[in-house]
């Protein structure tokens, strides 16, 4: 039996400390927590950034290193900083420091990077190493010399490796969500289809139960399944909670791809053991042939300018889609006549259609709209020039010319906001490795007193 | 006509990863679910979302009364053209879709 600790679905997204408390009680193996997600966006590969703030991820993190020291056991963090890239890892393996210094703890860290280097990738591809996912995208070299970052997502064995070095802590860049969790599990041996479906379960944190913000749960494996048990004290596990997890975040709710084969949850049972817990048995691993981890990649894909006017007057309102476009054809054709390069201008209109653009059929006004105008450009100066020509239109441009000039709502001065640089997703493909540590870096450090 | 929140518990809609979408919707009941299974097909969904057919994924889950869409993304996730980081707001498409009488 292999006991892990969820303190909650993410660091920095909060949790409950007396169901915290009631984890470590439980006596756990290993404590595992997720660091990210692509969820937010590209920015944060893109840069290598935080999407938490920094306070508050240092003041969870400290709290869930106690609760480390008190269980006496291994700590995991996956995908750290958000995207897991090296300068992420960086900088929570800083923060870990700044508390190890405060607090007196000599700690060994395990530092698993999963940084790409774009030339290495050239040549994997060269090789015929890298394959592409539905749906595809087009890779070239270059391509991949413009990300700012790519990240391979390791597996278990690569957890596995960290947590040899005898390390109290294993910061990990980026990892599947589930590798974290099935590692321990499955070094001791247990299931494997229940140590990845467990996993699975478990690395929202307590969203398989019916209190999702207590954050901590218990996943115990053994060598048919595994019981989550939630630990805040009003948080319920039922069989629906569990099996509807496998919906959550998945294109497939049956099969889940991970580094060296997959899960299949087809023929899983759900029992309940109590009104708070539940065991499931019968979710099967299929190893595969040959050893793939997924690439994520992120590159430069120009600069923003946006800038938000507010609509109140009834006409214009009534008439906004028209508006737009007559200030659209005249601002990007005065534009393209001054500024040397390229630019895009969208006008999008919050209160009619911003969220779902033409696929929503069901769009209407209500008594004001906003409309923001964003200019996507090679470069921040060109973007702020464009969307200073744009200024004048969303401040006075007139429906028709037979009337008095109109003035609408700026909220701010000035109404352009520089976004800086923008980033996209570019990659959506598996690299085939001969050994699971090929394309990752594990070194271990010294820190504390 | 009724529209499909009308009659089902819940449509939720979130990225799975940046370049796939899922839509489940709780149907609460098999009663729901075997309307939902007839009156939603793939065909209507495919065209609410702008997407094609062969790339829609559809799963009957009848255990939990779940009807579940999975299709690439319309734009992929955080692009310029993408509106909804998160992509919870497609299902408002499908939720005020009208469905036909039992």
Redesign the interface.
Known sequence: MTKVLIPSGALGLGFDRAALANGVAAKPDLIAIDGGS??????YLGTGTSKYARGSVKTEWADIMVARAEAGVPLVIGTAGTSGADDAVDWLLDITREIAAETGERLKIAVLKSGQDSGKMVAALAAGCVTPL??V?EISEALLTSCTNIVALAGAEQIQAALETGADIVIAGRTTDTAIISALPLAQGCHPGGAWHGAKIGECGALATTNPGSGTILIEFDDEGFVITPMGSDARATP?TV??HM????????LLYEPGGHLDVTAAQYEALDPRRVRVTGSQWVPSDRYRVKL?GARL??Y?TVSLVLVREPRYVANIRAWCSDIHRKCTAKARASVAGQF?L?L?VIGLD?????????AQTGSEVGVMG?V?AETQAIAQEVAKILNPYLLHHALTEQEEMPTFAFPFSPTEMSRGA????CL?HVLELDNPMDAFDLTTVEVGP | MTKLADIVTKVRSKNAGPFWLTIDIFCGSSDVFRRVCGGVSSEIVANAMGADLSDLKRFEIADLNVVKFSLPRPHIQGTALDRDMHGASFASILAEMEIGAP
Do not use: K, M, V
């Open positions: 692509t969820d937010s966006g590209p920015h539905s749906p995208l629906y099996s509807a919906l959550y975040e998945n294109s497939d709710p049956f994520e894909a120009g923003q895009d969208e999008r911003a969220t779902l653009g033409e696929l929503d059929s069901h964003i996507t923008i980033y996209e997703f959506n």
